[in-house]
């Protein structure tokens, strides 16, 4: 596609459910970074896949998190028993490859709100 | 520990004055800057990236500047207008082999009428 897609815009989930955010990165791009904006504070890493090499999984918060990537494109974050404070904007970028300054292209990102 | 700090939090001008955001980081090595300008709602967009040999680039009524001695940037805006309220971010990128980019938390900027 044109951008970097993401679904769904807004999430209301309620304390203790799953959640599943989708990100389409732009074609061609190896490179994939999800990110997460909470209010007031800069964006905060959370994983990055290059290619078929093992993801950087780092700034994942917990062990609730986890994200994959199938076939080096979609990418799905998935938040188990979601919890308040995973309250925020979650945000996928890609680029044409890691490690290079090719840019990131940002999506628009999913705005979860748990209550 | 790598830091990109940026000043105001926040700002409010009227349309049509022009205003300069401030950026300092900690981030070594040093690759490249950029600005981002982030609408609500929205993912953030790249204004103008700059290298450690440039000290001024500009975009339209944007225009960043960089000290790589001091490890300063600023960003200033010309003749702002309504469409001009965003969040704008400071990112600072290593270099390298690295990957990961460090951001500041932003510059919320609100023009009025």
């Known amino acids: 596609g044109a951008g970097v897609s993401q679904s769904p815009s807004n999430k209301v989930t309620e304390k203790g459910k799953d959640v599943e955010l989708r990100c389409d990165p732009i074609s061609g791009h190896t490179a994939l970074y999800w990110y997460r904006q909470s209010l007031g504070q800069g964006l905060e890493f959370l994983i990055y896949f290059q290619g078929n090499s093992a993801p950087d999984k780092s700034g994942l918060p917990s062990d609730r998190f986890s994200a994959e990537r199938t076939g080096g494109s979609v990418s799905t974050l998935t938040i188990q028993r979601t919890q308040q404070e995973d309250s925020a904007v979650y945000l996928c970028?890609?680029?044409?490859?890691?490690?290079?300054?090719?840019?990131?292209?940002f999506g628009s990102g999913t705005r979860l709100t748990v209550v | 520990k790598n830091q990109v700090e940026q000043s105001p939090q926040s700002l409010i001008i009227l349309e049509g004055k022009n205003c300069t955001l401030q950026?300092?980081?900690?981030?070594?090595?040093?690759?490249?800057l950029r600005w981002y300008k982030q609408d609500t709602g929205r993912g953030p967009v790249s204004l103008t990236i700059?290298?450690?040999?440039?000290n001024t680039k500009s975009n339209g009524r944007y225009t960043a500047t960089l000290d790589a001695d001091t490890k300063q940037s600023s960003l200033h805006i010309t003749a702002s207008q309504l469409s001009d309220s965003a969040s704008y971010i400071c990112v600072v990128w290593g270099g390298g082999s690295n990957y990961k980019l460090t951001f500041g938390k932003g510059t919320l900027l609100t023009v009025n009428p």
């Open positions: 700059m290298t450690f040999s440039e």
């Open positions: 950026c300092n980081y900690t981030v070594s090595p040093f690759s490249n």
């Open positions: 970028a890609s680029s044409l490859e890691a490690g290079r300054d090719y840019g990131y292209t």
